[in-house]
């Protein structure tokens, strides 16, 4: 079965730390999603990447393909920064496009 | 910016009842989407699609169905509500092939049916 795996479950942190939130997966993607959700419900798509390195401000998501193993980072953390943090990929089946299949989220706490 | 808006935020429902969950999407998107998710699971998509009339069953099609007359407006409708549809419904758009792009996704809808 397809599945990807967030860890931590949830993450206490203190303004000012570097956050990392780690994402997994078990096979053959085409594209891999951070988002993020915060109390309340919205959701917001940080980055989407196929390989290598993006960053948007304070936001660094990196992903390894060989090791089927993506990174997002938080520079400098913020209380602002407190919401779930959502993984998602889009896997390969033989060539054709699959839906998206996503992690149960990572809910970071930035105390100040 | 793109927009993405849901009729309401918090909905209550008796069981049996038929719902109405509506979506609607200001930048001319191909693609609309309804996921619901729960605690613990994530999200998990319930049905998209791809052009006016078309649909596609996601993971979990049971107990739902769609309606796309407009481009920029997607319905996920249960026909006959029952209490472990008690969820949050997201709604989300996107251009280009399905999942291929960055989807947008609308404040949500929390349904609860008593």
């Known amino acids: 079965k397809n599945e990807v795996e967030q860890s931590p479950q949830n993450l206490t942190a203190q303004e000012g730390e570097f956050i990392t939130i780690n994402c997994s997966y078990s096979v053959g993607i085409s594209a891999l999603h951070w988002l993020q959700q915060h109390p309340g419900g919205g959701i917001v798509s940080l980055f989407m990447?196929?390989?290598g390195k993006k960053k948007h401000g304070r936001l660094i998501a990196t992903i390894n393909i060989q090791e089927k193993h993506s990174s997002l980072h938080i520079t400098a953390s913020h209380p602002r920064d407190s919401a779930v943090y959502i993984c998602a990929v889009r896997y390969n089946y033989g060539g054709s496009q699959g839906n998206l299949i996503f992690g149960k989220g990572t809910k970071l706490s930035v105390k100040p | 910016d793109v927009k993405v808006t849901q009729s309401s935020r918090y909905l209550v429902k008796r069981t049996g009842e038929k719902v109405f969950l509506e979506c609607v999407q200001d930048?001319?998107?191909?693609?609309m989407f309804w996921y619901r998710q729960d605690p613990g699971l994530g999200l998990r998509l319930i049905y998209f699609s791809y052009d006016v009339k078309m649909k596609e069953k996601g993971d979990i099609p049971e107990g739902y169905s769609v309606s796309r007359e407009k481009k920029e407006r997607f319905s996920l409708i249960l026909e006959s509500a029952s209490t472990n549809q008690t969820s949050m419904y997201l709604c989300?758009?996107?251009?280009?092939?399905?999942?291929?792009?960055?989807?947008?996704f609308g404040p949500g809808t929390r349904l609860t049916v008593l």
């Open positions: 930048m001319d998107h191909e693609n």
């Open positions: 989300a758009s996107s251009s280009g092939l399905p999942f291929t792009d960055t989807q947008y």
């Open positions: 990447l196929s390989s």
